[in-house]
């Protein structure tokens, strides 16, 4: 059982950057994927990017690429997303999501898996970005 709180989330306005924190409650979060995604009212669920919380390896999904940066602490067990250069289309809950990943799996495991293959998820912080 891994427990996720997204924290960091907020209002902002256009142009501004917030960043958002995953802290995972489990003694080794070593084997992980750590995804973030998010959700506007109405529309489907989309990936940003993912972790992988073994070496860091983060791959960038389309929907913020080049604006985002994910990372991850291992002192703090936790995963961190810098959002810059933040637009209104960006309002959404965010959420992090854990994948276990076998021991014999690399990084490149965590490329592009959808949000139904996640089976542990935090409860969602709110941003908002206002014109």
């Known amino acids: 059982q891994v427990n996720l709180v997204e924290s960091g989330g907020g209002s902002v306005q256009a142009g501004r950057s917030l960043k958002l924190s995953c802290q995972l409650t489990?003694?080794?979060?070593?084997?992980?994927?750590i995804g973030w995604f998010r959700q506007a009212p109405g529309k489907e669920r989309e990936a940003v990017a993912t972790t992988y919380f073994a070496d860091g390896t983060t791959f960038y999904d389309d929907s913020m690429k080049g604006r985002v940066t994910s990372s991850r602490d291992p002192t703090k067990g936790e995963v961190n997303l810098q959002m810059n250069r933040l637009k209104p289309e960006d309002t959404a809950m965010y959420y992090c999501?854990?994948?276990?990943?076998?021991?014999?799996?690399?990084?490149?495991?965590?490329?592009?898996?959808?949000?139904?293959?996640?089976?542990?998820w935090g409860q969602g912080t709110q941003v908002t970005v206002s014109s």
């Open positions: 489990e003694r080794d979060s070593t084997l992980y994927c």
């Open positions: 999501a854990a994948l276990r990943v076998g021991v014999f799996q690399t990084g490149t495991y965590c490329r592009q898996k959808p949000a139904r293959a996640y089976t542990y």
